[in-house]
């Protein structure tokens, strides 16, 4: 059955965009698991405490999502035109993406499977 015209059905899909700032970093070399032990601490706080949390943290991923928080806080600012002391983070997910498949070799000719996995992280802000 017809759902209308391309332009009509573009012009519905842009009604219903999301229109919060946001950032997505695409294959990051870090899991999942571990990126969300970053993400549970930042999620809900203001950008300037998340910022703070960020900064201090030893891990790895923090590095990567601290860069990713400035990002979406100058989508917000430049993009949306929000004022940056009232940004606070709605959301903050990881989800997984491709694993890379290496190989350990062993004795006797064995040969074992390392998978380092990747992540898709993703910022979404909003004002209070």
Do not use: W
């Not at 809900?44 to 990713?68: H, M």
């Not at 997984?96 to 996995?117: D, E, V």
Request: proline share 3%; aromatic share 6%.
């Amino acid at each position: 059955m017809a759902r209308g015209h391309r332009s009509q059905i573009k012009r519905e899909r842009n009604a219903n965009k999301d229109t919060r700032p946001s950032a997505k970093l695409s294959y990051a070399r870090v899991s999942v698991q571990k990126a969300c032990f970053v993400l549970d601490a930042v999620r809900g706080k203001d950008v300037q405490t998340a910022l703070g949390i960020l900064a201090y943290n030893p891990r790895y991923a923090s590095t990567l999502i601290e860069k990713l928080l400035k990002s979406a806080i100058a989508n917000a600012e430049n993009n949306n035109g929000m004022d940056v002391s009232k940004l606070y983070i709605e959301e903050c997910y990881a989800g997984c993406a491709p694993t890379m498949k290496r190989i350990k070799p062993r004795a006797q000719g064995r040969a074992y499977r390392i998978l380092k996995r990747l992540s898709h992280i993703t910022i979404v802000l909003n004002e209070r």
